[in-house]
């Protein structure tokens, strides 16, 4: 890979991947309510699969699929003593699908045992982000990811810093209101962040295009560094603008998943809104990656098949021989 991430976006736009653990529940490789990434040594296979999927639609960056990969999360599910080696899988399995082709993200996430003023809590946190970015050596920047709280985020950027000299990608994750749990505004997390040293900021899951928008504005308008929007493709409302907190999660998320169509149309608002990192998060598949790299002029059409609509040999053609009419 000639250029880094940083060099990418002073050229123009980066999209990045979509979604990975939802949609492997959904396809029964995850145990819902854990979402723990063990399958990397259980069933590479099926994380291959979602990286390739997300490399053909056109994405240019391929997170390592760790999410929720820490220490404790994992012992939830049996995997504690396999956390290094199931990190260092994930990384191995997505820099052999990205080849030269796409740059790979590290990736950590919230731990769930982050505390405000607990010497002790942050610690242990400190301890797995440590044993996270150790094992997923040879990616091409990290990406700190899915933080309600602003406190966790930035020790995650801190870990991140003093253990490698890697460009580094924050993002945080608003729920019900526009302050993290500890009660820090996107505007001042943008700012924050970057004064501590991160490369990139900005937003991720949670809410859907239209409930982040808001805050990717308040983002934007406090700092002048790389921004960075992934918005979840699971439809919110104003009165539940995440989707977590909807009834429908975890398992009857599929009348809510947006139409590529709609991911289309966040790419080009994102685009207009001066998000330099546009991506996708939890319900966001390789269809829908595929319409957001057309739109922004990132998609190589492959040239297997053209319509034919006076003889048509599909109900497609057909159709376009109708709408044409
Ligand atoms: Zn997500």
């Not at 736009?13 to 990434?37: C, H, K, N, Q, S």
């Amino acid at each position: 890979m000639a250029k880094g991430i940083l060099e990418q976006l002073a050229d123009g736009i980066v999209l990045g991947d979509g979604g990975y653990i939802v949609e492997l529940e959904r396809r029964g490789y995850v145990v819902a309510g854990a979402f723990t990434p063990e399958l990397a040594v259980t069933h590479p296979d099926a994380i291959r699969e979602m990286h390739r999927e997300f490399l053909m639609a056109g994405a240019e960056v391929l997170q390592v699929m760790a999410f929720y990969g820490s220490r404790e999360k994992l012992g939830t599910v049996g995997y504690a003593d396999k956390t290094f080696e199931i990190n260092r899988a994930a990384t191995r399995i997505v820099k052999e699908v990205a080849g030269d082709k796409a740059l790979v993200a590290g990736d950590l996430s919230a731990t769930w045992k982050w505390e405000a003023d607990s010497p002790a809590a942050q610690a242990r946190v400190t301890g797995m982000f440590d044993e996270q970015i150790e094992a997923q050596e040879g990616v091409d920047f990290f990406i700190g990811e899915t933080f309600w709280y602003f406190g966790e985020a930035l020790l995650c950027l801190e870990r991140i810093k003093a253990k490698t000299n890697l460009p580094t990608m924050i993002t945080v994750a608003f729920r019900g209101s526009h302050q993290t749990d500890d009660d820090v505004t996107a505007a001042e997390c943008a700012k924050r962040l970057c004064d501590a040293g991160a490369d990139i900021v900005g937003l991720n899951c949670m809410r859907d295009p239209e409930r982040m928008y808001p805050l990717i504005e308040e983002m934007r308008n406090a700092t002048g560094a790389y921004l960075a929007a992934q918005p979840v493709a699971f439809r919110c409302s104003d009165e539940v603008p995440w989707f977590t907190g909807t009834p429908a999660f975890p398992d009857r998320l599929e009348p809510n998943q947006l139409t590529r169509y709609e991911m289309e149309a966040f790419a080009y608002k994102a685009k207009d809104m001066g998000v330099n990192y546009i991506g996708s998060c939890c319900g966001s598949g390789a269809s829908h990656v595929r319409e957001m790299a057309r739109a922004l002029g990132k998609y190589d059409e492959p040239e297997v098949w053209q319509p034919n609509p006076d003889d048509p040999m599909s109900e497609t053609e057909f159709n376009w021989k109708r709408r044409q009419a």
